[in-house]
Each structure stands twice: as structure tokens, then as C-alpha cells.
């Protein structure tokens, strides 16, 4: 199920950079599969549980599982969602800087997904904190494109729907580092058997920027 998801959200990456309507289209089919596992991850769990009391660290170990798969259908979710919006914008012109911003944006949750999935399978403790605490550079580079494609409507009124798909592209790759910052928790708590209650740093300014009307705006045709 890791695999797969890392591999879907490697392709929504690169179907968004190449505006590839094709593969857009194959990997929103393929998202299927990895709600079949996560049913099947859940069935397998609950059968094992109904066999009786577990032994402690084993129980933790099952339920981490559990809350793992969980994460990862969500980023599934988000990939699929990505490929949707790429099939409308594929065929507009995208403004090259903000595009960019949000290319890097999906390269950087695709490390983060990868290094906490490596974290996991070595229950590394130290390298899933890593993923925890190096979350606010992905949020710092929201902050940044959400600004650039707030400047790319104010200049071109015509932009404002690809750009309003950007926003939401942009956010999709934001919320796979919180699902990798939430599985980074699990690790910890799969780990020690503690939760980890330190505040999470969190560095998305968005909800306070005010956005202003554009200076012209495009004709309604009425």
C-alpha cells in the first residue's frame, strides 16, 4: 500500500509538470486499489483483534498499522485529486513562476512521504522526527506560491481559473506533510509507547493574507 501510494503521488507530480491528461486519467482509475487496501488492512485488523487480548507492544504494533494505512489512503486521495484538477488546467495557460512553486512544492511532500515511510519500515525514531520537524518548509513554500498565484490573478484576470486549481493543487501537497507529520506521531508512539505531545510546528500563513480584488476585471459578456 506505501508503494503504491508513493507511486501515485511520484506520477501526480509529473503528470501536473508535463500537463499529461493520460496519465492523469490512469492514476485517478488506480486509486481504487489503494482503498482496497486500506479495507482490507482494516478487515485483517479487526479479525486478529476479535481472536483475543494481544500482548502490549503487539497490540500497539497492529493499531499503528491501523492509523498508518489510514494516513496514507488520505494521501491517495490527495494524488487522485491532483490528476483531477491537472486534467482541467492541462489545456490553459498556466503561469510559468507560481507553477514552478507548486512543482517544487510536490517534489518536497514526495521526500517527506518517502523519508517517513523509510522511517517507519526501519523504526527509526530519529529520521521520523526529522519528517515531524522539517514539515514548516513545506508549509513555508505554501505561503510563498499562495502569494505568487494571488499576484498572477491581480495582474491577469483571465487567470483565475487555473490559478484558483493552482490554490487547491498547492494545498492538496501541503496536506501530505501533515499526513506525514501524523505518521511520523505513530512511529513515536509505535516506538516509545508515548504519545508525542510537543506542539507541532506549523507555518501556513494563508488563512491571514488578505486578498484583494483584481484591478481589471475580465468581461461578463451581459
Request: net charge negative.
Amino acid at each position: 500500500m506505501a508503494a503504491l501510494v508513493e507511486t501515485q503521488l511520484a506520477g501526480a507530480i509529473s503528470a501536473f509538470e508535463r500537463r499529461d491528461v493520460a496519465a492523469a486519467t490512469a492514476l485517478i482509475a488506480a486509486d481504487q486499489r489503494i482503498d482496497e487496501y486500506d479495507r482490507d488492512i482494516e478487515v485483517k485488523v479487526m479479525e486478529l483483534l476479535g481472536k483475543g487480548a494481544l500482548p502490549q507492544d503487539a497490540l500497539r504494533d497492529v493499531m499503528t498499522m491501523m492509523k498508518i494505512a489510514g494516513e496514507l489512503e488520505r494521501v491517495g486521495d490527495l494524488a487522485k485529486n491532483i490528476a483531477k484538477r491537472t486534467r482541467v488546467v492541462s489545456s490553459e495557460g498556466m503561469p510559468a513562476q507560481p507553477t514552478s512553486g507548486v512543482t517544487r512544492m510536490g517534489r518536497v511532500s514526495l521526500r517527506q512521504m518517502s523519508d517517513i515511510l523509510n522511517a517507519y519500515g526501519a523504526r527509526n525514531i530519529t529520521a521520523a522526527r526529522a519528517v515531524w520537524g522539517g514539515d514548516n518548509e513545506l508549509d513555508a513554500l505554501y505561503n510563498s506560491v499562495f502569494q505568487e498565484i494571488v499576484q498572477s490573478m491581480m495582474e491577469d484576470p483571465q487567470l483565475i481559473n487555473v490559478c484558483t486549481h493552482l490554490v487547491f493543487i498547492a494545498k492538496n501537497f501541503e496536506r501530505v506533510g501533515d499526513h506525514a507529520t501524523n505518521i511520523a506521531e505513530a512511529i513515536h508512539f509505535l516506538v516509545t509507547g508515548t504519545p508525542l505531545v510537543e506542539e507541532r510546528p506549523k507555518g501556513d500563513e494563508t488563512s491571514t493574507i488578505a486578498v484583494p480584488p483584481p484591478k481589471h476585471l475580465p468581461a461578463s459578456g451581459l
